[in-house]
Structure formats: structure tokens, C-alpha cells
């Protein structure tokens, strides 16, 4: 096996790789911890060992652009939207994802809103491998964050944790809590998640460790154009955060008379791990979770056929039956043909028959080929937002570090 020819510097007669390699362990040993990394290892801070899912799918792919893809751990992740939307839902069905994993799940629950027995309905254990915390004060749920990321590193188990912050919205710092009403307190909380997201985002990528925020959404006093919305407590979440949900709301699912579910839809209007500004959209059943069989066929029959390993499969069908094929492209021999109504989707999903074809054809849907730009459905609302924060934090660059 012909070995790889070094790099070298002719004129000084160095040779760059070793160079490179012996300046990563210069610079560990002056820092005395590990601070230098060759990014082509494993084990780097860069590396995303696990994806936990969201429990929806479609939402998974635009987060991860990957087939056994979600939410990366090592990473903080912010889901806003208005009140009611399905951010408290989506957050179990996380919590529930890392216990399948063998994780666990610290809830910092600061709007007193979640009960054992939803919890249960969505799939989480809350006997064991689930710490429940009620705390209400910013400093305690950055002091929380910290021990748990840094109890997590100290473990050395090689399991998914995952803290979920529900929500940022509803926490207020110590001074405030314990001040009078008319005390003057602007901005106040938005220094304090400022200095505790620095020290979080120094420690958790160095860990198993998942941080997902959950917020909600304001109006922007004085914003005549584009977007008129903020989140609470600052900058600094945006600004660290790797992956940025945002929820928005659509029409109401009803059985009859009575309300048992809504039309979500959910944008990446900021990605550091997979393209962003891609939306989609999905249903929540209350207290039954994520619905989404029925968006997963439209995107499917809306993207056409493809080929993968040498089978051509499609889904079809404008009338009320809809169908699956797959026909053998070299020999020309059908292998599938399953006829079915649309709402039975979900069956068809899971059924050991049809699920690798379904699963082959979602994915060549969704992975989106980065620097193509073809590929890519940006969405131009989300990109709007982005531009609109991107604005803000360079108008008010001389005081950053104290708004954010």
C-alpha cells in the first residue's frame, strides 16, 4: 500500500504535517488540558457522536440533513413559538428518544406545567433515568445546566444526557425574584443568560450532553417591517445556540366539535450542522404526539421517483387511492405495487414489507446536497428573520457582551 506523501515547505525544509500534528501537542501541554484537536479524529469537539430525534422525522432530517438524523448532542439547541404550539409536546417526544437511547433527561420544568401522566403518554419513563426540577431562577438553572454537564463528563458513560429548559420565558433572575415590583430590572436577565450561556457553551461540547431551550415569542415594539417578533432574554441563546426551531401555527385538528390537535409548522431559521432555513410541516395530536404520515406522503409524491440500489421506487396517486412501486430497473420486474388510502400511510410506513423502500426514497427527498444550489428550498421568511438579528446584534456590537 503506497503511503501518503508529505507536505513539505522546500525553501525552510519542513515538513507541515509533522508540524502541524507537534503544534497540537505544544498547545495542549502549555494549556495543560486538551484544547488542539485534529478534526479528522473522532474525538473532537466537532464531532457529533449521536443524533437524538425529535420524534417527527421530516423535522429531523432538515435539523441533521441525515437519514438517522435529529438533534446533535454536544450542542445547545432554541425551539420558540407562540404559546400552545406543540414546544412542550416536541420536547417529551426528545426526552422520550434519549431514554429509548438509554439516556438521561434532566426537565427543568420553570412554568409549572407538566404532569407524569403526559409525560407517560408520550413515551417517557418518569420513574427512572428522568430528574424532574423545579426552579424558577436563572442563576439555578445555569448552576443546574453546569453540574449536570460537568457530573456527565466526570461519568464517563457513553449515554445520551439531555436538559430540556422549559421555558427561557418564564425564568427571571435572583434579583428580580427577590426585589420589590417597581424595582428597575431592563435587561437585567439578558446579562445573566449572557454569562451563563459562555459557560455552558465553553463545557458542553466536550460532553454527551443535549441543551434544548425552549421559548417564547414577542412582539417587537417599533418594527414596522418584516419580521415584528423576538424571543425573550436576549441575544445570547440565538447567538450560541447551534440549531434555532421556530414553530408557527396552523389550522386546528378537530374530531367533531372538540380540538384534539393542531397543524404545526417548523422552520431552521438557523443551522450550524446541516443547511438551514428549511421548513415543514407536521401534526400534533394532543397527548399523543407528532403525526405526520400524511405531509410525509405529500412530500414523497410531490419529489417523484427515484433510484437506489437498483430499484425504482415511486409514490403516486391524485384520486382517493394512492399507491406504492417498485420495479426492478434492470429487469423490469414489479416488486411493489401497494394500493391504499391516504390517511393508512402510517401503516404503510411501518409495515416490514414497504419500510426500507419508503426509507430509501425519504432519503434521497431530504438530504440536501450542500453548495448546490438547486438542492437547497430555502425558505426566504426564515432568511428575513436571520438578516433581521444578524442587524440588531451589530447595532448594539458596543455593548454586546451586557444586552446579549
Known sequence: ???????????????????ASDLIKSLNKEQGSRVAYNLSADDSPTHVKRWISTGSRLLDYICSNRRDGGLPEGRIIEMFGPPSIGKSHIATQIAASTQRMGGIVVYI????????????NLGVDV???????????TENVFAIAESTILKAKAMNKDVPITIIWDSVAATSPKAELEGDYDQNSIALNARTISKGMRKITGIIGQTNTLMVCLNQIRVNVGVMYGDNTTTPGGKAIPFHATTRIKLGAGQQIKNGE???GIHVSAKTI????AAPFRTVKFQIHFGKGIVEHEEMFDILRKHGEETVKGNTISVSGTGAWKSLNVVNEKSGKV???KKFYKADFDKIIIDPLYTTYIDDLLEKT???????????????????????????????????????
Open 366 to 404: 431530504m438530504v440536501k446536497v450542500m453548495g448546490n444550489n438547486d438542492e437547497v428550498d430555502i425558505d426566504t421568511n426564515s432568511f428575513e428573520e436571520m438578516k433581521a438579528i444578524a442587524l440588531e446584534v451589530e447595532d448594539i456590537s458596543d455593548g454586546y457582551d451586557d444586552l446579549t
Open 270 to 273: 438557523k443551522n450550524k450542522v
Open 127 to 137: 420513574s427512572t433515568r428522568f430528574v424532574y426540577v423545579d426552579e424558577h431562577c
Open 258 to 260: 372538540d380540538v384534539i
Open 109 to 120: 420544568d420553570t412554568e409549572n406545567a407538566t404532569s407524569p401522566e403526559n409525560l407517560a
Open 335 to 337: 416488486i411493489v405495487d
Open 1 to 19: 500500500m503506497a503511503r501518503k506523501k508529505k507536505v513539505q515547505n522546500v525553501e525552510n525544509n519542513v515538513d507541515l504535517e509533522d508540524f
